[in-house]
């Protein structure tokens, strides 16, 4: 099984890194950067993988940013930036076969609509919680286990693939904790409420997760932040498992230390994935005729943070 990771930032590289070190996988993975410059330089240096069991390691983790010499592969996981979707999947066109399983794990709900906009291969679509903070390029520190879940969005597909399982169990070699769904898009929505509640407010405030528990005005914008998102969910048809605010706020919790990946990204002067978080809100609740004004307002709030950025660097 020949398996493709897109996109060496955080999430990616601690993908990348957790089936490097697993035995049975660690010569079948290889990393795709679109950046020429950068793929190079991953290749010299390794790739910097800091747990809190196995200490700092530097992996040999092959890179290569050119699709067209490695041709197609059975999995590819992307792990790019939601607004990176649309170059990155004409990029990754020859590493795509009908049979490859082109894994989804952006952020929000914007790349669920990537179904049916492949070239070739079999959208799947996963969500995790895996906890990953990029120190620098290539330079990763894995910040706490999570869960990661993977599922078809069409039930055809469902019935016709077994091939999930596989893919279950290659994670587990790689000790990440996986699951397979067969109701994915709520498992989406449920860490999108997660991201609407903490990762804007997180970003504009310029504060780790734990801290928007310590203040009530900011609690209050979290919590109506996530009602709305809430209400929209539910005319959207999704079931909701779990109490979206009280989800929201367990997460505050657990990651406590953690900064966003929209604080990092703001800290970083990169854009950030607000479109397919807050933005994505505010965009569903106009089609349903739902008042967003919470998500419309920060959604550009975060906008206007990005437009004093000198440069953006995608
Ligand atoms: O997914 C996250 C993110 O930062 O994007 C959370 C869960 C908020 C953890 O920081």
New binding site residues.
């Given amino acids: 099984m020949k398996i493709g990771i897109i996109g060496p930032g955080a999430l990616g590289c601690l993908f990348a890194s957790k089936l490097f070190l697993a035995k049975d996988t660690r010569d079948r993975i290889l990393l795709i950067d679109h950046r020429d410059a950068r793929a190079d330089s991953l290749n010299s240096k390794g790739i910097t993988f800091e747990s809190a069991t196995t200490g700092q390691q530097q992996l040999a983790i092959p890179v290569s940013s050119k699709p067209a010499d490695v041709g197609p592969l059975d999995v590819l996981f992307s792990c790019v930036k939601s607004y990176q979707l649309d170059r990155s999947i004409t990029f990754a066109a020859p590493l795509l076969s009908p049979t490859t399983l082109l894994i989804f794990l952006q952020?929000g709900i914007n790349h669920l609509k990537y179904g049916n906009r492949l070239p070739r291969g079999i959208p799947v679509l996963a969500t995790s919680?895996e906890?990953a903070t990029r120190i620098a390029s290539g330079h990763i520190r894995h910040a706490g286990s999570g869960q990661t879940f993977l599922g078809f969005l069409s039930p055809q597909e469902q019935t016709t693939c077994n091939k999930l399982s596989a893919i279950q169990s290659l994670l587990k070699k790689g000790g990440i904790s996986c699951t397979v769904s067969k109701d994915i898009r709520s498992r989406i929505w449920a860490?999108l409420f997660?991201?609407v509640g903490?990762?804007a407010l997180?970003a504009i405030h310029n504060i780790p997760?734990g801290r928007l528990l310590t203040s009530d005005p900011v609690l209050q914008q979290l919590k109506g932040l996530v009602g709305e998102a809430e209400q929209v969910a539910i005319a959207s048809g999704i079931s909701i498992q779990e109490d979206p605010v009280a989800a929201t706020l367990t997460?505050c919790k657990h990651?406590a230390e953690?900064?966003?990946?929209?604080l990092q990204d703001v800290r970083n002067h990169r854009p950030t994935e607000i479109d397919a978080i807050n933005g994505a809100i505010s965009q569903l609740g106009r089609n349903y005729n739902i008042a967003t004004p919470l998500n419309d307002s920060i959604a550009s709030q975060i906008r206007d943070i990005e437009g004093t950025y000198n440069e953006h660097q995608q």
């Fill in positions: 952020n919680s906890g860490k997660i991201n903490i990762n997180t997760n997460v990651t953690n900064v966003s990946s929209m």
